[in-house]
């Protein structure tokens, strides 16, 4: 039983012996004691005043009291207006940390054949360009879920769904028809992703092109785009890709392969992977199927042009395209499908899409058609919706080739560690050097992006994130390499195994309390799909060990009960900040 529990049970107690009044252990409030007052947790009276018809003070200061009076692990109290200031037996820290120290798993939760099967969506990539700072952050947070997920005691898939079809995809391919000249990765030496991508971006600026030329003739915008001949052949390339013509099919197979190959690295260098891969050439024929059958059902409607529509305004929404008038599916259509075939693979319990906020409305949808098509499970989709990232320079614009690539971003941060900390690896042979540069600089990268509340829109400052001093992921991961290096230090004159015996002072009994929050933040983490949850306390635990560190003597120490207990909390305090930090993707070097 954690010490929260312990609390909130005899505060309950108390109240039932002192008022007769009945409270669950859950609905007792309990937190860390402000650092500017005594004490080391904190009761949050003003729910008993109803019971005990007293003031906030009085009523603390009695069931202080009783706890001081029924409960060992109290020592003292104090009561400030609506707060009561319990103060712990430090030898109540002292089976903390033996016991944390035994469990191997500390702060996890291991899932059984009976564990909710949870379904996380994310990345979803076009095969038009390689993957982006978006992406980077759309990646960390779903893959990061998904570890949270498992550490809470679920069952979780890790999926993604490649956006494989589509005008974008055809305006690359009718780009390399037109001006690639036979360009191959291997001929041109570069990424599939990559080669692709600046197909995509040669379209966009041909097609810009004509369209000022259009204008000169004295047509207006709009009139220029309906004249365009740039735009009619990607559509009629589209055309015969849905209507399977076999040249069509062959060359999107072929360049598309060239890009999922370029895929798969930038993947391996993040870190992040999946269980079941969905390709939306293979999906929107089943979310066309369906569309179709709900006009039958009066769910849908066809316009006389030909497109099929929902007419969503009961809901309080508007007219919703599902299918155009020449017969093409939109990605709403695509994702029906999906939907349909995920809930066939696998028995999920809840379906979790990472997304951002600018998808908001069309979840809202994709929840309510799914109602209407008659899946039960169409109002309990989540989507985990959140902020945009930019970086100091401004937004993104991946169309006219100005986007942050997401493996040039990976390059630059793993250059920029190995500058920045070229001093702290000069005695590490070359090797080691460029594997802790690398595991500094993807470091980070993760923390930074994913230390901020995910519905936020964020500034990544690839420079401060690289910071040793600051709430970084180079300064929890030099916080544990210190902690390793003091634990090679003392050898074999220690066991971690060994029960402690020496009564932690107020200082220690403090970071011993940080590590046994670390259950609580995991769970909370999960409750509440945040990953910043994790990062923020392993930040404050960082903070935390290297105050005492410099305010306490480790090796040093004559008492050797002391020393062993300081030695012991330093080592949980490094597994707690590994297994933290492990649920945000990142690596924690040996030595730095």
């Known amino acids: ?25 859950e609905s007792v409030v309990t937190q860390a004691t402000r650092k500017d007052f005594e004490g080391n947790i904190t009761v949050v009276v003003f729910p008993f005043t109803k019971a005990s018809h007293k003031k906030p003070e009085d009523t603390g200061a009695e069931i202080g009291q009783w706890m001081k009076e029924n409960l060992d692990e ?15 037996d430090p030898a109540f820290r002292l089976n903390q940390l033996n016991e944390i120290a035994a469990d191997k798993e500390f702060g996890f939760r291991k899932a059984d054949e009976n564990s909710d099967l949870v379904m996380v969506e994310y990345s979803s990539p076009n095969t ?29 898939v890790k999926t993604n769904i490649v956006n494989d079809r589509g005008i974008h995809i055809c305006k690359s391919m009718l780009a390399w028809q037109k001006w690639g000249n036979g360009e191959t990765p291997e001929s041109s030496g570069k990424k599939g992703d990559h080669l692709i991508g600046d197909y ?52 999107w197979k072929t360049m598309n392969s060239w890009v999922y190959a370029g895929f798969d690295e930038t993947y391996k260098r993040l870190g992040v992977g999946f269980d079941k891969i969905y390709y939306e050439s293979d999906t929107y024929l089943e979310g066309k199927d369906l569309v179709l059958g709900g006009i039958e059902k009066g769910i849908m409607y066809r316009k006389e042009d030909g497109s099929v529509w929902a007419d969503l305004t009961n809901d309080g929404l508007d ?29 999920i319990d809840k379906m979790i899409y990472v997304v951002g906020n600018e998808q908001n409305y069309h979840f809202q949808v994709l929840s309510l058609l799914l109602d209407k098509l008659g899946f039960k499970w169409g109002k309990d989709l989540t989507h985990f919706s959140y902020g945009m990232v930019e970086l100091p320079a401004g937004k ?40 802790v540069a690398r595991m500094v600089g993807m470091g980070a990268l993760k923390y930074f992006l994913l230390k901020v509340d995910p519905k936020k829109n964020m500034l990544f400052n690839p420079a401060e994130s690289i910071d040793f001093n600051g709430n970084t992921g180079p300064f929890l991961q030099y916080t544990y390499a210190r902690i390793r290096s003091v634990l090679r230090r003392a ?45 923020n306390y392993c930040y404050d635990l960082a903070k935390e060990f290297n105050q005492f560190y410099h305010d306490y003597s480790i090796l040093k120490e004559e008492n050797r009960e002391v020393r062993e207990m300081r030695l012991r909390l330093s080592a949980l305090v490094g597994r707690t900040l590994k297994a933290g930090v492990s649920l945000l993707g990142m690596e924690m070097p040996e030595r730095m």
């Open 319 to 347: 007219h919703k395209l599902l299918l155009r008038a020449d017969g093409t599916s939109v990605y709403m259509t695509q994702d029906i499908g999906t939907a349909k075939l995920r809930y066939q693979d696998y028995p």
């Open 396 to 435: 993104m614009k991946s169309r006219e080739g100005t986007v942050v690539d997401a493996d040039d971003l990976m390059d630059k941060m793993i250059a920029d560690a190995a500058s920045t900390s070229a001093d702290r690896f000069a005695d590490m042979p070359a090797d080691e050097a460029a594997e």
């Open 128 to 156: 038009n360009k390689p993957l982006h700072l978006g992406h980077v952050r759309n990646n960390l947070l779903g893959y990061s879920l998904a570890l949270i997920l498992e550490a809470n005691g679920h069952r979780v």
């Open 491 to 535: 050898g074999e004159d220690f066991d971690l195994d060994a029960p402690s015996t020496a009564i932690p002072n107020e200082k220690e009994a403090a970071l011993v309390q940080k590590i046994a929050d670390f259950p609580t933040v995991v769970a909370e983490a999960g409750r509440t799909y945040s990953p910043s949850l994790i990062a």
């Open 1 to 25: 039983m954690t010490l929260d529990q312990i609390i909130a049970e005899g505060a309950a107690k108390a109240a039932k012996e002192l008022y007769e009044a009945d409270f669950a252990p």
């Open 74 to 88: 109290v020592v003292g109290f104090n009561v400030i207006k609506g707060f009561l200031n319990l103060s712990i």
């Open 200 to 251: 995509y971006v040669a379209f966009d600026k041909h097609y810009r092109d004509e369209l000022k030329e259009l204008q000169a003739k004295g047509m207006s915008e709009d009139e220029a785009k309906e004249a365009s001949t740039l735009m009619a052949e990607a559509r009629e390339m589209l055309r015969k890709w849905e209507a399977g013509d076999p040249e069509v099919r062959e060359l």
